[in-house]
T-cell receptor, first 111, second 117 residues
Framework: TQLLEQSPQFLSIQEGENLTVYCNSS?????LQWYRQEPGEGPVLLVT?????EVKKLKRLTFQFGDARKDSSLHITAAQPGDTGLYLC???????????FGEGTQLTVNP | DAGVTQSPTHLIKTRGQQVTLRCSPK?????VSWYQQALGQGPQFIFQ???????QRGNFPDRFSGHQFPNYSSELNVNALLLGDSALYLC????????????????FGSGTQLSVL
């Protein structure tokens, strides 16, 4: 079973600050996805990265896939209270289609 | 266009009982995956159904079983409930092309919160 480790587990920052969340594994993934989940809801897909070294930007969010396709990071610039939520990374195995999720990073942005 | 719908939203059961959770996929999707999310944890893959058959299975005991119907909707059944089965059960739908699921986008429902007392 491929495992994904996310860090930090909890993050509480002030509005306007920058932050980075990390997702690491010893295994190679064919692709990696980032989701955001709010209380009482299911995860919502933010981005999929496929190519090693790939960088994708979604407004103030920047996602990077490691060159070896074993790790990824999510950077948020000038965080806002609306960014508060549980951020999950999920890797798709090189064979098959199951997703392996990390434990999640609970982000709280205080106004 | 309705997204993924799950029912019921909340459920309370006692140890030893059996439960059935239901999921209707997003319109146009033919593949349904089930996940268990314990409090403070990431979702754990239970199994996936495509063409009414279980295609992949995670590390869950046989007490967890499922079914997919011709209209692509799906059920998750859990027998002999344990306290540790208390969790949010998420259904996710996607589309499979030519029998191969690659980097498809998953759409999740809001989940069923199961409490076992």
């Amino acid at each position: 079973t491929q495992l994904l480790e996310q860090s930090p587990q909890f993050l509480s920052i002030q509005e306007g600050e920058n932050l980075t969340v990390y997702c690491n594994s010893s295994s190679v993934f064919s692709s990696l996805q980032w989701y955001r989940q709010e209380p009482g809801e299911g995860p919502v897909l933010l981005v999929t990265v496929v190519t090693g070294g790939e960088v994708k930007k979604l407004k103030r969010l920047t996602f990077q896939f490691g060159d070896a396709r074993k790790d990824s990071s999510l950077h948020i610039t000038a965080a806002q209270p609306g960014d508060t939520g549980l951020y999950l990374c999920a890797g798709r195995e090189t064979s098959g289609s199951r997703l392996t999720f990390g434990e999640g990073t609970q982000l709280t942005v205080n106004p | 266009d309705a997204g993924v719908t799950q029912s019921p939203t909340h459920l309370i059961k006692t140890r030893g009982q059996q439960v059935t959770l239901r999921c209707s996929p997003k319109s146009g999707h033919d593949t349904v995956s089930w996940y268990q999310q314990a409090l403070g944890q990431g979702p754990q893959f239970i199994f996936q159904y495509y063409e009414e058959e279980e295609r992949q299975r995670g590390n869950f005991p046989d007490r967890f079983s499922g079914h997919q119907f011709p209209n692509y909707s799906s059920e998750l059944n859990v027998n002999a409930l344990l306290l540790g089965d208390s969790a949010l059960y998420l259904c996710a739908s996607s589309s499979t092309t030519g029998g191969i699921a690659t980097n498809e986008k998953l759409f999740f429902g809001s989940g069923t919160q199961l409490s076992v007392l």
